[in-house]
């Protein structure tokens, strides 16, 4: 082969493997263009999903105590109660007698250095730090209104033990007509134990399933309403029930609902997340949820 031939025979091989891996180039691309949007954007909707359920849980659960302590302490006895007796009660005023509110705080200890962290409680969550509470009548009075707050002094935590989540905010419980309650959350913001911010606000009402006496340990109840939040990633989402959320207040079933399904709305986008407390149709208490954007479903665990 002449010299001349040589070198037109390289630079054809050369050409060839250009054009080869700038093809090659242009697949990778689209197939990364193609890839990236659908992932990030379930990400995005799957972190709204996650971080509403965690406040959510946070939230009812602490209702949930303090409504329990409230009709059982000082107005009535009941077996069972989800506030431990080492929980300290201090009191501003005690007596409905002078027609006025009650008023005091709640201190469930220091959270702690070794794990465990914070005081165990009866629906299977540890508590630390201080709440504060004003109750105008006995909460089982249509017209009763119980106030909870807690501010970033008060180092109120609440979680797993292991797992901790810093909360701070105002709670609002008012018995709307002696059959229902309404409850409500103004600016929550928790901090789980990762670092991650969540602020979240509520609007619902509970209806009671089945009623195990004075207190709430024992009974179920269904809760229905809306919500809104700002994710750890800083999206405002948009919350509404679909199906009425079902709770059982036992022993392995209290930390989350058995069964209901809600709605999840980012801001900034067109999609709708859609989250199964009972993706197994099967009403279990075992903490598992199921987000589902255009038909991608993720199931994830709950604490």
Not at 37 to 64: C, G, H, M, R, V
Not at 160 to 165: E, F, K, L, R, Y
Not at 271 to 288: G, S
Request: one cysteine or more.
């Amino acid at each position: 082969m002449r010299a001349n031939d040589v070198i037109l025979h390289s630079k054809i091989a050369i050409k060839k493997a250009i054009v080869s891996k700038i093809f090659f180039l242009f697949l990778a691309a689209l197939f990364l263009t193609c890839c990236k949007d659908p992932i990030t954007e379930l990400k995005e909707n799957i972190f709204s999903a996650q971080d509403n359920a965690l406040a959510e849980n946070e939230y009812n659960s602490t209702i949930e105590a303090l409504t329990d302590w409230a009709a059982n302490t000082k107005f009535y006895k009941k077996g069972e109660k989800i506030l431990p007796p080492s929980v300290i009660v201090t009191f501003i005023d005690s007596t409905f007698l002078d027609m006025d509110a009650i008023e005091g705080t709640l201190d469930f200890g220091k959270r702690g250095r070794h794990k465990p962290y914070g005081l165990l409680c009866k629906d299977g969550k540890y508590r630390a730090g201080k709440i504060h509470f004003r109750l105008n009548k006995p909460v089982e009075f249509p017209g009763a209104v119980f106030q909870l707050s807690c501010d970033k002094i008060d180092s109120f935590y609440s979680g797993s033990g292991d797992a901790m989540n810093f909360i701070t905010g105002n709670f609002t419980v008012e018995n709307n007509n002696g059959m229902s309650l309404i409850v409500k959350a103004d600016q929550i913001t928790l901090t789980d134990a990762a670092g991650l911010t969540i602020f979240w606000n509520c609007n619902r009402s509970i209806q009671l399933i089945k009623d195990a006496g004075k207190g709430i340990w024992g009974d179920v109840y269904s809760m229905e309403g809306s919500a809104s939040g700002v994710n750890r990633n800083g999206e405002k989402f948009e919350v509404t029930i679909e199906k009425p959320l079902v709770k059982k207040m036992e022993t392995g079933c209290s930390k989350t609902f058995i069964k209901g399904l809600l709605t999840i709305k980012n801001e900034t986008s067109d999609k709708t997340i859609t989250l199964n407390y009972d993706p197994h149709d099967n009403e279990a208490c075992d903490l598992i949820a199921e987000a589902d954007i255009n038909g991608k479903k993720t199931i994830f665990k709950l604490e």
